[in-house]
């Protein structure tokens, strides 16, 4: 059973960046497609953005396409989301999320592609 583990969220004021991190354990990291979901109060979880396995293929939701970025470190078993230009309603808890199939060849953005969750990290962006 895999684990994941964020960190990095925090408070920020609107234009301001963050970088999440996850650290994916217990599962070949490098073999699977990662992704970051959030979710704010009184809402559904959302896709946020997604990597594929061998980090060729990159997808991001239109809500935050140009200000969030996804990249891994498959040495370091840790996948990252890179987020700028933060608005207020950015503001979630975010969660990463590991592929549920090995060497997924297509884009992996619902959450039935994904297996593993972590429990989160509290973004909070002040207008």
């Known amino acids: 059973q895999a684990q994941l583990v964020e960190s990095g969220g925090g408070l920020v004021p609107a234009g301001g960046s963050l970088r999440l991190s996850c650290v994916v354990s217990g599962r070949t990291f490098s073999s699977y497609a990662m992704g970051w979901f959030r979710q704010a109060p009184g809402k559904e979880r959302e896709f946020v953005a997604s990597i594929e396995w061998s980090g060729r293929g990159t997808y991001i939701a239109d809500s935050v396409k140009g200000r969030f970025t996804i990249s891994r470190d498959n040495a370091k078993n840790t996948v990252y989301l890179q987020m700028n230009s933060l608005r207020p309603e950015d503001t979630a808890v975010y969660v990463c999320?590991?592929?549920?199939?090995?060497?997924?060849?297509?884009?992996?953005?619902?959450?039935?592609?994904?297996?593993?969750w972590g429990q989160g990290t509290q973004v909070t962006v002040s207008s």
């Open positions: 999320a590991a592929g549920a199939y090995a060497y997924y060849s297509h884009a992996a953005y619902r959450e039935s592609d994904f297996a593993s």
